[in-house]
Nanobody
Framework: QVQLVESGGGSVQAGDSLRLSCAASGRYDMGWFRQVPGKEREFVAANNWNLGTTYYADSVKGRFTISRDNAKNTVYLQMNSLKPEDTAVYYC?????????????????????WGKGTLVTVSS
């Protein structure tokens, strides 16, 4: 079983930055989703294992950057210019390398593995 462990969440003020980390047990295509209580889990960003392709949700383009350190099997989400509406539990996701297109990776069903989540709270 692939293990994913998120870290880096916390409470910050609007305009601040935060970097989330997700340590995996192997190299996989990986992504980030977020979820607010009572709402569906929302796609945020994803990249494939060799960093050849990245995708971002429109709501975070220009503010968030996904990257990884394959030597550590770790993916990062650098979040800048945080807004109160970014408040959510952020989940790391992973799937073995394969088809990687926006039409499929935006859906939760595409991903095989999930972390437990890390809470990000942005105050106004």
């Amino acid at each position: 079983q692939v293990q994913l462990v998120e870290s880096g969440g916390g409470s910050v003020q609007a305009g601040d930055s935060l970097r989330l980390s997700c340590a995996a047990s192997g190299r996989y295509d990986m992504g980030w989703f977020r979820q607010v209580p009572g709402k569906e889990r929302e796609f945020v960003a994803a990249n494939n294992w060799n960093l050849g392709t990245t995708y971002y949700a429109d709501s975070v383009k220009g503010r968030f950057t996904i990257s990884r350190d394959n030597a550590k099997n770790t993916v990062y989400l650098q979040m800048n210019s945080l807004k109160p509406e970014d408040t959510a539990v952020y989940y790391c996701s992973a799937v073995p390398k394969g088809p990687f297109i926006i039409a499929t990776i935006r859906g939760m069903g595409y991903w095989d593995y999930w972390g437990k989540g890390t809470l990000v709270t942005v105050s106004s």
